[in-house]
């Protein structure tokens, strides 16, 4: 059975640093690709970084420079690092994988299965 479990959210205050993680179950990392999103109430779901099964990341322009994903093949986890946090990164953070082993496509359309989220708030 497939599961993505995420944790790390909470309230933080602005610049500070989080990191979140995601816990895999039912499929390996060593195979498939994962990324992250996030998401605010009446937005569109908004891609942060992916994960290919080779451990190669991808970000794309908008989220460069504060947003680091990693990611563990033998604990099956993987992490976003976020930096210098400000009250626009508040939202509520998925883990999601494509079931595809590259980061070759990365939209939300484009992921087969998520996890239910973790909310984080960033004070100013």
């Known amino acids: 059975q497939v599961q993505l479990v995420e944790s790390g959210g909470g309230l933080v205050q602005a610049g500070a640093s989080l990191r979140l993680s995601c816990a895999a179950s039912?499929?390996?990392?060593?195979?498939?690709?994962i990324g992250w999103f996030r998401q605010v109430p009446g937005k569109k779901r908004e891609g942060i970084s992916c994960?290919?099964?080779?451990?190669?990341?991808y970000y794309p322009d908008s989220m460069k420079g504060r947003f680091t994903i990693s990611k563990d093949d033998v604990q099956n986890m993987v992490y976003l690092q976020m930096n210098d946090l400000t009250p626009e990164d508040t939202a509520v953070y998925y883990c999601?994988?494509?079931?595809?082993?590259?980061?070759?496509?990365?939209?939300?359309?484009?992921?087969?299965?998520w996890g239910q989220g973790t909310q984080v708030t960033v004070s100013s």
């Open positions: 999601a994988t494509p079931f595809l082993s590259a980061c070759s496509r990365f939209s939300s359309t484009d992921m087969g299965y």
């Open positions: 039912g499929f390996s990392l060593r195979y498939y690709a």
């Open positions: 994960i290919s099964r080779d451990g190669e990341p």
